[in-house]
T-cell receptor, first 117, second 109 residues
Framework: NAGVMQNPRHLVRRRGQEARLRCSPMKGHSHVYWYRQLPEEGLKFMVYLQKENIIDESGMPKERFSAEFPKEGPSILRIQQVVRGDSAAYFCASSPLVQGASGNTIYFGEGSWLTVV | EDKVVQSPLSLVVHEGDTVTLNCSYE??????LLWYKQEKKAPTFLFML????IEKKSGRLSSILDKKELFSILNITATQTGDSAVYLCAVRANSKLTFGKGITLSVRP
């Protein structure tokens, strides 16, 4: 899982600012997932992306949150006008194969810890 | 909505003990069940299970899946303090993993 690179590892934002979290998947992986982990909670799915496409964003809040995975460069999770409740660990994961294939696992990055003050 | 329930929520044991961690699930279009270990950072992959009754083993850890009863167990034998972590169970259905809340295991010397 060391191959999934996330930055920044820690980010502090004031309420109302924007947070941008970046994720570079493992080499050869073209599928990226974002998960959020609140204190004492499990990982909650947010969004699943392939290059230039959002495949499933059913876990993404409808407002202030957006994600992209451009043809070149890392995937970005963007949170606008952050509020205290956005404070959490945001994990990115990647996999090499299309959805539905049971033979491939998902590897996680080290996470980005967002603190909103 | 897909659901994954882990039990117990937390567990304290002494070194050398054997522990069994449980995971039950209700999902549509089940693909696989995965176990991860999380120690204050990224979840580390342990096992992926797709077929019932076939035990996966890695050192002191083993896991098995029952697709009829919709559950899996993760066993750790001869526990060590380094096994202290949160153990996450996740079920892959369609495009995403649905996680349980995790089981916090503390192994005392």
């Amino acid at each position: 899982n060391a191959g999934v690179m996330q930055n920044p590892r820690h980010l502090v934002r004031r309420r109302g600012q924007e947070a941008r979290l970046r994720c570079s998947p493992m080499k050869g992986h073209s599928h990226v997932y974002w998960y959020r982990q609140l204190p004492e909670e499990g990982l909650k799915f947010m969004v699943y992306l392939q290059k230039e496409n959002i495949i499933d964003e059913s876990g993404m809040p409808k407002e202030r949150f957006s994600a992209e995975f451009p043809k070149e460069g890392p995937s970005i999770l963007r949170i606008q006008q952050v509020v205290r409740g956005d404070s959490a660990a945001y994990f990115c994961a990647s996999s090499p194969l299309v959805q539905g294939a049971s033979g491939n696992t998902i590897y996680f990055g080290e996470g980005s810890w967002l603190t909103v003050v | 909505e897909d659901k994954v329930v882990q039990s117990p929520l937390s567990l304290v044991v002494h070194e050398g003990d054997t522990v069994t961690l449980n995971c039950s699930y209700e999902v549509t279009n089940f693909r696989s069940l995965l176990w991860y270990k999380q120690e204050k950072k990224a979840p580390t992959f342990l096992f992926m299970l797709t077929s019932s009754g076939i035990e996966k083993k890695s050192g002191r850890l083993s896991s098995i899946l029952d697709k009829k009863e919709l559950f899996s167990i993760l066993n750790i034998t001869a526990t060590q303090t380094g096994d202290s972590a949160v153990y996450l169970c996740a079920v892959r259905a369609n495009s995403k993993l649905t996680f349980g809340k995790g089981i916090t295991l503390s192994v005392r010397p």
